[in-house]
């Protein structure tokens, strides 16, 4: 079979099952098509071959003896953030190039013992801290519909990947858009968990407060497939709920569009950065859906303004704590030589990490820093519980909020927008974060040049089943999601 990357999840999993085809089949598939294609979009850091292939023989084992799971023999891509035990795991940072984890994240464990087989590590912003990719010591990742173009960030080998068809699903993790924006930027769906569904352990941290790991696809559908296997407790994060996961495959079907009420918030569309074909195509979508059969409420989220400042305070807080630990002794990058400690230190993070993450650790330091750490720190923390209150009293009166995921399509590779503008572009994501809540991104369509946009659909904590049901039944009556980039559509 040629077209092994053109099926869906719930289409590998049949094949596999039936014997149509064998997991070495697919995962040589797989590793062929990268080795060939992966020079132009650059998504992996690095790839598993010999691992995945032992990992399929294993999975064919199983299929044959029949212990296999439904995703048994499925190959997948991790973000580079995931430790994987064995398997160098960088962050996308020069600080961590020699990092071999010597533990695998709850979220990798979970997906070997399904059976998934692992075929690599994907590009991502420094640390998760970016909209394009294009702060990662490895270089910048193209954008399969347009390679002159970023995946957006941080996720975005995840998106490349699996817009290019080097990869059928990808973890990805969201800490203020970073699994939706890139799904956006590349006509995928995205899910981005309630903070605490998803174990964060062994997911190396930016802003732990706001980080959560969840699945990008190609569908809803594959998204829940992933979801099954991501989601919950685990004794090992503190902070992953106890609460029952939904069977998020078995539950696509249970939330029907019909009566669905859908909040649209008018600050959002009022934006000033807002492109006026995202805006077009956001608002053709949600035309879509209220033909078939939900309806549009107007509501107000009277705190939009205060998001980009809340959480380019709160988020660099967090991380200059978080990134505190690389200091050149106990792990990651030393500098050569150093005369004394201070030396030792300085030159080993002013060396290991690039400029956005200086950036933020200096940012956060001052923010937190004796002073001024009520004026800013406690202020935008208050902030932020305003932000959740207003989506909370939302909730009150509609199931869902429609958002654009972005404001824009896909940027230009090398466009060197300034940090302000770069954070203004996450306008639409990180209060979703601030606030704990899931969101979820589906392609609805292209701008003028071909490049894909995304409709953003927030929902109340812990309806990640709703909010994929929801999709699910949109990419029902659409085809937005089943475009492949000109790139996709080559073979091995
Ligand atoms: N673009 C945002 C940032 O740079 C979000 C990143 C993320 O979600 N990891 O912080």
């Not at 302000?420 to 209060?431: Q, R, S, W």
Request: aromatic residues 8%.
């Amino acid at each position: 079979m040629t077209d092994l990357h053109r099926l869906s999840i719930r289409e590998l999993s049949e094949g596999l099952a039936g014997a149509k085809f064998s997991s070495r089949e697919l995962t040589e598939h797989y590793l062929k098509r990268i080795a060939k294609l992966d020079t132009q979009v650059k998504s992996y850091v690095t790839v598993t071959a010999e691992q995945a292939l032992a990992q399929a023989d294993a999975a064919d084992a199983a299929i044959k003896a029949g212990t296999a799971t439904a995703l048994t023999g499925v190959p997948i891509a991790h973000k580079d953030i995931f430790c994987t035990q064995g398997i160098k795991t960088t962050a996308g940072s020069k600080m961590l190039d020699n990092f071999i984890s010597p533990y695998d994240a709850t979220v990798v464990a979970k997906g070997k013992t399904a059976g998934l087989v692992t075929l690599g590590k994907v590009n991502m912003d420094e640390f998760a801290m970016g909209s394009t990719s294009e702060n990662s010591f490895y270089g910048a990742t193209a954008n399969p519909w347009n390679l002159g173009h970023v995946p957006g960030g941080s996720s975005g080998g995840s998106a490349a990947a699996i817009a290019a068809d080097l990869a059928p699903f990808a973890t990805g993790t969201d800490t203020g858009g970073s699994i939706r924006q890139p799904a956006s930027f590349c006509g995928l769906t995205g899910l981005k968990p309630s903070y605490g569904r998803v174990s964060r352990f062994g997911m190396i941290a930016y802003a732990s407060s706001l980080d959560q790991g969840g699945p990008m696809a190609r569908s809803a559908e594959d998204c829940a497939y992933l979801m099954n296997v991501m989601a919950g407790h685990d004794a090992k994060d503190s902070t992953s709920v106890e609460k029952d996961v939904d069977d998020y495959v078995a539950n696509l079907n249970g939330t029907t569009v019909k009566g669905l009420r859908i909040g649209i918030p008018k600050q959002y569309f009022n934006v000033a950065g807002l492109d006026a074909d995202v805006k077009a195509r956001v608002e053709e979508s949600l035309k879509k859906l209220e033909e078939m059969g939900a309806t549009l409420v107007e509501i107000d989220l009277n705190m939009t303004e205060a998001y980009v400042p809340t959480y380019y305070l709160i988020a660099p807080a967090e991380a200059s704590s978080n990134l505190s630990r690389y200091d050149g002794v106990r792990y990651g990058y030393r500098a050569e030589n150093p005369v004394d400690l201070m030396d030792l230190y300085k030159r080993s993070r002013s060396e290991g990490f690039g400029a956005e993450v200086q950036r933020r650790i200096l940012i956060g330091t001052y923010a937190l820093s004796a002073g001024y750490y009520d004026a800013y720190y406690v202020k935008a923390q208050k902030v932020r519980r305003l932000i959740q209150q207003d989506f909370l009293k939302a909730f009150e009166s509609v199931d869902v909020i429609a958002a654009p995921a972005a404001p824009t399509t896909a940027y230009k590779i090398g466009a060197n927008l300034s940090p302000v503008e770069m954070y203004l572009g996450d306008i639409y994501t990180i209060a979703v974060n601030l606030a704990g809540l899931p969101a979820i991104n589906a392609p609805v369509g292209f701008d003028k040049d071909n490049l894909p946009v995304g409709l953003q659909l927030i929902g109340n904590y812990w309806s990640e089943s709703q909010l994929l049901s929801v999709v699910h039944q949109y990419q029902q009556a659409t085809d937005w999601h089943t475009k492949r980039a000109a790139i996709a559509e080559e073979n091995a």
